[in-house]
């Protein structure tokens, strides 16, 4: 990517300042690969700015990014950079005593958290990763996450993943970044590997 | 992601293990972001495995990507994980004595490495970030890339980054991603700011 040249210069009255440190929310859909792998090295940039990066991931296995958690646990362990907090649906969320009867559920829980946390601004970078499902299905109103987005206090960052990101969030967010799946090798029958997949 | 089921079970007389251990060549191509990111979202999961990484960076500008170099280096020395090598053209090759005269010359100095380095089987992830350009511009000639990739020994894998990679290229992956802009601030007059793009 080459320096970013604005092509026009927005009528917002905003300073530069202000327009560079706007708030943004950023989506990785599509059914391609590197949906999270990209959100997760965005969470670098983050770390190294030294911001508290959030990480929520709705999803119910806890096999997948294992790599990413650990590397991103020690970096945040480091005293390098920001801190990192990685809260998994899959082993139930921190703050939730009882097990939830459902996904839905448990979702809906993750979205509460969210939100509490987006008040508070606890973290300068949420990786919401897989958040798309849970509002594609339902379970997770759109239209207030895209109002409880839009009304945010501060400067935090939200990148949400996942396949069929809904047209209102698409509408709402900032960068959007449909990943395509050109070739995959499960097409000609290879598994997954380790170090690739995971 | 899902867990992966093949499709079809390839009549290749290779067995799963074999299959599964297979070395891949991936390419993150397209206008849109998380090209690279993911690239180094990538190695996370191959430090995760304790396998030595070694980046590849065929850009000049060194300004970009400070905080994965940055994460990545963080990791490689934390004796946690595999090591990290972290090569730019940006700054000169470290094994070059000379200036290069063109980054035409560079970029073909760096792509002689990393011949050397597969060929030594120094890494088992290789992140070629941005060499989808000088294969583009014809400064490497894709074709040796493709055999070179087809005959290198072990288990090495390779991700290559960049805009306008070669339909030969495309055509010898494993794994290829297309990354399509669907909206960008830079449209709208966004400059680009630090956490998110660097």
New interface residues.
């Given amino acids: ?1 080459p ?8 009528d ?1 009255g905003l300073t ?1 300042r202000q ?4 708030p ?1 929310t ?5 059914i ?11 969470a ?6 030294g ?1 508290p990066v959030g990480v929520f991931q709705f999803v119910k ?1 806890a ?2 990014k ?3 958690e ?3 646990r ?2 945040g362990a ?1 005293g ?2 920001g801190t990192v907090a990685w809260h998994k649906m899959g082993e139930g969320w921190s703050w939730v005593q009882r097990s939830p009867e459902s996904s839905e559920e448990a979702a809906v829980e993750g979205w509460q958290q969210v939100k509490r946390d987006l008040a508070a601004e606890t973290y ?2 949420y990786v919401l990763d897989e958040f798309a499902y849970p509002m594609h299905w339902g379970w997770v109103d759109t239209e207030e996450v895209v109002s409880v987005l839009r009304d945010r206090p501060g400067t935090q ?1 939200v990148v949400i993943t996942g396949r069929n990101a809904p047209p209102a969030l ?1 509408g709402a ?26």
Same sequence: chains 1, 2.
């Fill in positions: 990517m320096q970013g040249q604005p092509e026009v210069v927005p917002d530069t327009r560079r440190n706007r943004l950023i989506v990785h859909t599509g391609g690969k590197g949906k999270s792998t990209a959100a997760f090295g965005l670098l940039r983050a770390w190294n700015q911001w296995s096999k997948w294992v790599g990413e650990r590397a991103l020690v970096l480091s390098e950079g300068r970078l960052h698409v967010a900032d960068l959007v970044t449909e990943m395509s799946k050109v070739k995959h090798p499960m097409d000609s029958g290879q598994k997954g590997q380790r170090g690739i997949e995971w």
